[in-house]
Structure formats: C-alpha cells, structure tokens
C-alpha cells in the first residue's frame, strides 16, 4: 500500500479489512431484491357505519360529564391507491383480539400484504373492526355498573388472548411454547407480535357483527371489492353477502373460524361468486381447527353444487409448508400473498 511502511501498514491492516466488509455488506445488500420506493396516488382514512347513542353512564370522571352522545358501531378503514389501479379493491378484514395491523408490517420488519397488494395494482382498504382499535367502543355498561346504575352481571363479556393459550390457536406450536418443525412464523420477533393483541368486544355485539352492514356500505361504495377475512372475522364476507351481494366482486376467507352451514343458511347469494377459503399448515393436528376446516369443506361442497365457484386450498397441498395461523406475517408470507394475487387477477379481474 503506498504511502504506508510495513509496521504502519500491519496496523492499518484490521481497519482495511473492516472497510473490505462493510463494502461487501454493502453490495451484498444491494444485490438483494428490493421493491424500491412506493408510489401511491393517494393514502387516507375515513369512517363507514355507525349509529349514535344517547347515554348517562358515558363517565365517571368529574371533569367529564356522564350525559350526552356517542357514536358506535362504526368501522374505521384506511386506504392506499395505487398509481394506476388495474385490479379490484381489496377490503382486508383482522381477526380476534387484532386490528389492522395484522396486515401492515410484519412483527420482524418485512413487508406486509397492505403494501404488497398495493405495489401489485390493488387498491388496499384496511379496516378495524366496530369496537375494535380506532373504532370506537361504548364504556356506558361498565360506568353504569361502576355508578351503581346496574348489577355487575350485566356487564359486557370483553376479553384478551394470552399469549400462552393464544400460541396453540396461532399455532405456532402445539402448546407453549414447543414449537412446529419447519414452522414459519418469526418468534425471533414475537414480542412485536404480543404488543398488537387488544381486548376483544366482540363477544358483547349483537350477531351479525355490526362490522357486517358497514363490510356491505364499504363494498356498495367501492362498487366491486373482493373482502378478505381472517379468523374469528372469517364469518363477516358471507354473512355481508346474504345481506347484500351488492358491491362484492370475491370472498377470500383465510382460516376462517366458520363458513355457513349448508345445513341451516340459505347457498343462493353465493352462486356464481368466486369463493376461496384458505388454510395453513399443521391444521388436522389441531382439535380447534381441524373441525373448522371439516366445516368449510362442507360448506365449499354444499355451495358448489349449488351453483357456486367455491375453492378450498391447504397450503401443503400446493407446496407451501410450515403455515402459522398468521400466515399473512409468517417469513414466507409474500409467497402466499403471490399466488393469491395470481388467484384474484384469475378469478375475480376487472373487465376492461
């Protein structure tokens, strides 16, 4: 090296090479795929749905009055349009004890499918859930207990997952905390995943959520979305459906906790409408879903014969293995959410 005798160059040696690795790091990096940056031709947030609520039990604070109006039953939705949209709306819908964050960022910093679909041409609308993070709940019950107003078992059943019984429904691993082999979900990261877990109202609201009717508002207003359900909301698409087929271009139901029962519901508003119903992997060694899956097969049969354009997938079956129930953030989710977008382009395109 010049400028620099041998003694002077052995001592810059540890240095040399730390530049050497970090250039190396460096194209390494570069080398990686990268979507480059995201442009959107508009971002936003609004609210569908609601009623308003007269109460006297809103407060107990004494800064605050306890009389006056509230709204409920509303669901907040957050959206991204793409450039140039060629492809149908996507209304992304969470599960149990989740918001919307189940489908932004994953716990480990990766991409999540709301970016994902929107690079791929999808206009992205992502909703909580009516009393469910930014939508609003009602604390008239709980005050009204409080203020001796009511009796303590009239009180809303609310709730929260733990994260010791929630790693088996997650199945992340057959109890907590042994875990799969070959599972995908980054647990390196799971205390990200922990810190999204809310209380969950949706055992206090009536049936059909009030989620439904707004899921129905939103679609008529979109005027062709494919709804794309998770888990404990798998239900709300078809129960929207037979309120309303208006607006609703597919149901996509990822894992859902239950499909309808051929048995006991009416198959007629689902005939002609491109139905996917979509499982992971380690189902059938699970007693909480390998019933539902045993369910939904049914219901896809039942429909199909009916007229229907029903499909279910396991993702073994197509050769994607190590699925957690929160496959949408598992370290392969961009492949799933791949063949998906291949699904919906196939089945459920925009005509020109």
Not at 167 to 173: E, N, P, Q, T, V
Not at 243 to 267: Q, S
Not at 283 to 291: L, M, Q, Y
Request: aromatic share 10%; hydrophobic share 45%.
């Amino acid at each position: 090296m010049a400028g620099l005798s041998p003694p002077a160059f052995s001592r810059a040696w540890p240095a040399v090479c730390a530049i050497a690795a970090l250039l190396l790091t460096g194209v390494a990096e570069a080398a990686d795929p990268s979507p480059g940056p995201l442009t959107i031709a508009a971002q936003g947030s609004f609210f569908v749905g609601g009623r308003d609520v007269q109460s006297d039990t809103l407060s107990t604070l004494p800064a605050y009055a306890p009389s006056g109006t509230i709204s409920v039953d509303q669901i907040y939705v957050r959206y991204q349009l793409p450039v140039a949209p060629v492809r149908p709306p996507l209304v992304l819908i969470h599960g149990c004890c989740l918001t919307g964050k189940t489908w932004e960022t994953t716990p480990d910093g990766r991409m999540g499918w709301d970016e994902y679909f929107v690079r791929r041409g999808f206009p992205t609308y992502v909703i909580d859930q009516a009393w469910r993070g930014r939508s609003a709940a009602s604390p008239a019950q709980v005050d009204a207990v409080k203020m001796g107003r009511a009796e303590p078992n009239t009180l809303p059943a609310v709730f929260s997952a733990g994260r010791e019984p929630a790693w088996a429904i997650f199945r992340f691993g057959p109890e907590y905390p042994k875990v799969f082999p070959g599972m995908q979900f980054p647990l390196e990261a799971q205390e990200e995943f922990w810190k999204q877990m809310v209380p969950d109202w949706s055992a206090a609201l009536p049936v059909p959520n009030p989620t439904v009717p707004a899921l129905s508002e939103l679609a008529k207003r979109l005027k062709g979305a494919v709804l794309v359900s998770h888990s404990q909301s798998g239900i709300y698409p078809f129960q929207t459906t037979a309120l309303d087929r208006t607006g609703i271009r597919a149901i996509v139901a990822i894992e859902p906790a239950g499909c309808p029962d051929p048995a006991k519901d009416d198959l007629a508003p689902y005939k002609d409408l491109p139905i996917l119903v979509l499982f992971g992997d380690y189902v059938d060694t699970s007693s909480r879903w390998a019933p539902r899956l045993k369910q939904c097969r049914g219901f896809v049969a039942a429909a199909n014969a009916a007229g229907g354009r029903a499909e279910l997938i396991l993702l073994p079956e197509i050769g994607i293995h190590g699925n957690s129930h929160m496959l949408m953030q598992d370290k392969n989710s961009l492949d799933i959410a791949d063949w998906l977008a291949g699904w919906i382009e196939k089945r459920a395109a925009v005509k020109s």
